[in-house]
């Protein structure tokens, strides 16, 4: 079983006896979706290849709506499935948790928001190995 820091609003959580609270399981895997999804690829200088163009203003890249959700899905599937390599690869020298796993996810959902066309409202439908299915929100704008 792996365990990461618990992230609450862009900071570490503190448990209520003073220690750093650990994220595991469920958890853990909604926690790794988000953090992969909101790191720019190249940045983490150990393993470059790590993260997604998600947070990155693509609007120049696509100029109407549809061109920019199809890329937004497009930049959250290569994601999820680097996830998945990347964990195949962790598990042959960590254990990890049937729950903690990505095996599978449906095509993400983004919708331009109605009131702020900068924003783009996403759920990620994935489930782990144990079956356990998780729906993870965020909102990015460009």
């Not at 209520?16 to 399981?25: E, F």
């Not at 959250?76 to 990890?96: C, S």
Request: aromatic share 6%; net charge negative.
């Amino acid at each position: 079983m792996s365990f990461d820091i618990k992230a609450f609003s862009g900071d570490v959580e503190i448990g209520s006896n003073g220690d750093l609270s650990q994220v595991t399981d469920s958890d853990k895997l909604a926690q790794d979706i988000l953090k992969l999804l909101n790191t720019p690829i190249g940045t983490n200088p150990l393993n470059p290849g790590y993260g997604s163009m998600l947070t990155v203003n693509q609007v120049g890249d696509a100029v109407y709506t549809e061109g920019l959700v199809e890329q937004t899905k497009r930049i959250i599937t290569d994601a999820l499935e680097q996830l998945i390599t990347q964990q195949a690869y962790q598990a042959a020298i960590q254990p990890l948790t049937d729950a903690e796993t990505l095996v599978d996810f449906e095509t993400p959902i983004v919708e331009r928001d109605s009131q702020d066309p900068r924003q783009f409202n996403i759920v990620v439908n994935a489930i782990s190995k144990a079956l356990t299915p998780l729906a993870i929100a965020l909102v990015v704008r460009y």
